[in-house]
């Protein structure tokens, strides 16, 4: 792979494969999006492994970064100070050591990119992720509002994501149930790798309210259709914002406490249906 805007490195885990970080901070200003977007991606090349980054062509990976680029706000960036990308490869290299003590044998491609939108949910503090394939993670950050503790949890949950791929369908093929256990499998990873708060997302609904949405979709979990997916996980008139997630979270929680003794090696290999079965709070 080619030197990109700033760094390219790879990192050492406590185990013997390596993991691969690439920030892709464009070192110039653009005046519109569609060449800002050019700029940030135009040095990925295609791996054997895993594609531009996750994505079998490179007009979908552009795609996909352009719905963290508002083409107001393109003028107004600026390249980060070294040390500000320092701060950030320590950190990746730190969270990245701490996920792999869990769950361990994996080369994962971390790769950086600027966050520049006009509005920013709170919820997230300046950084969100995506895991579009088996051991890939994307990163976004917004230089002028993330912190350390928000991208250390940030990365922690697509971690888990990333290697759940490498055992599941990817993310544009799950069912409804399957997309809300991957969810709630991340956070809860995410809670003990890392630590932190209970996320915005996974306390939508309460236990009562969980169990209740559940019955009610009983019929649908099955189903692969992407708007219901938005629906649920999104919120609209009949079901609250990010209640997909908040159902999966507290479904593994649930599960972690009366299986205690499974891995999160295994968890993540499991079968959706074994883990609703063991799953004692939705008899």
């Known amino acids: 792979m080619p030197t990109l805007f700033f760094c390219y490195y790879q990192v050492n885990t406590m185990e013997t494969k390596k993991n691969r970080i690439q920030f892709c ?5 653009q005046k519109n999006k569609a060449n800002f977007i050019n700029s940030v991606i135009k040095n990925i090349l295609s791996d054997t492994e895993v594609g531009y980054a996750g994505f079998a062509k490179k007009s979908y990976l ?8 508002d083409a107001k706000k393109v003028k ?4 980060p100070e070294s040390k500000i990308i320092n701060g950030i490869k320590m950190e990746i290299e730190k969270t990245l050591k701490i996920c792999t003590r869990s769950v361990s044998g994996h080369t994962i491609s971390v790769y950086v990119f600027p966050w520049i939108g006009e509005r920013y949910d709170e919820s997230f503090a300046g950084v969100n992720g995506f ?14 509002k993330f912190s350390m503790r928000s991208l250390s949890e940030t990365l922690a949950h697509e971690f888990s994501h990333a290697v759940f791929f490498n055992n599941k369908r990817n993310s544009h093929n799950l069912s409804l149930i399957e997309a809300m256990v991957m969810e709630g499998i991340a ?27 559940l019955r009610e979709l009983q019929s649908m979990l ?5 708007q219901l997916y938005r629906d649920i996980f999104f919120g ?3 079901f609250k914002k990010w209640t997909g997630y908040s159902i999966g979270y507290r479904l593994i929680k649930e599960f972690l406490k009366s299986n205690r003794n ?8 499991m079968e959706v249906s074994e883990i609703l079965f063991r799953t004692k709070f939705i008899k």
């Open 25 to 29: 901070f464009p070192n110039a200003n």
């Open 62 to 69: 552009a795609k996909h970064i352009s719905k963290y680029v």
């Open 76 to 79: 107004l960036y600026k390249h």
């Open 131 to 144: 895991a579009p394939y088996r051991d890939v993670i994307h990163i976004f950050i917004s230089l002028n």
């Open 187 to 213: 956070e809860n990873f995410r809670e003990e790798s890392v630590g932190g708060k209970v996320a915005d997302w996974s306390k939508a609904l309460s236990k009562k309210e969980t169990i209740s949405v």
């Open 222 to 226: 099955d189903s692969s259709d992407f």
């Open 236 to 238: 609209n008139n009949k």
């Open 262 to 269: 499974t891995s999160w090696v295994n968890l993540m290999k």
